[in-house]
């Protein structure tokens, strides 16, 4: 892990950000862990790639954050969006904080378990928690009911239970549980 740098995406890092993102839809956790699939992702155009890059490296809603090895390979990758209270979120409920939202969540297969992940969160919370506006009151992400390993993983990461569970979308009647970690003191 020491070799590794965490770092926000570059805007004109698009087809490393597609590539990515395929490659974890592409897991076989991804059913799970995903709301798209491999399909709807590889459908996407160009220009669609070009505007997420863009929008998750400079804009003021969206953070995405790679972990890249030496030789300038993307090994994982979280997205934080930030949320405003009285909004609707990605699983058609009502946002009621000011907050981040966690997703895309994603480390390849052979660096899982190495503190890259850790690593990835860390950047995610630092961004959120040195945002002046809004001043966010807690990050948050969703986990599916079944995904075991992950909620295990948020759990070391300081992520609560928050009471919630919706459905998941599409889903068979599969729950997506909420996890939150509160703005530090």
């Known amino acids: ?103 895309g969540v994603y480390v390849r297969p052979e660096h899982r378990g190495t503190g890259l992940t850790e690593a990835l969160f860390a950047a995610a919370l630092d961004w959120c928690w040195g945002l002046a506006e809004p001043r966010l009151e807690r990050v948050r992400l969703f986990v599916h009911e079944d995904n075991g390993r992950a909620q295990a993983f948020y759990q070391r990461a300081g992520f609560a239970f928050a009471g919630t569970v919706v459905p998941v979308p599409g889903g068979d009647g599969a729950m997506e549980l909420e996890l939150s970690v509160p703005r530090p003191e």
């Open 1 to 103: 892990m020491n070799d590794h740098v965490i770092r926000p995406i570059r805007a004109d890092e698009w087809e490393k950000v597609r590539d990515l993102r395929i490659e974890a839809l592409k897991d076989p956790a991804a059913p799970i862990a995903f709301l798209e699939t491999v399909a709807q992702a590889e459908s996407r155009d160009d220009a669609f790639w070009k505007d997420r890059a863009e929008g998750a490296a400079t804009g003021p809603v969206v953070r995405q954050f790679v972990a890249e090895d030496p030789e300038g390979d993307w090994v994982g990758s979280v997205t934080v969006l930030v949320e405003r209270a009285g909004a609707e979120d990605l699983l058609e409920g009502e946002i009621t904080h000011d907050q981040g939202h966690l997703v």
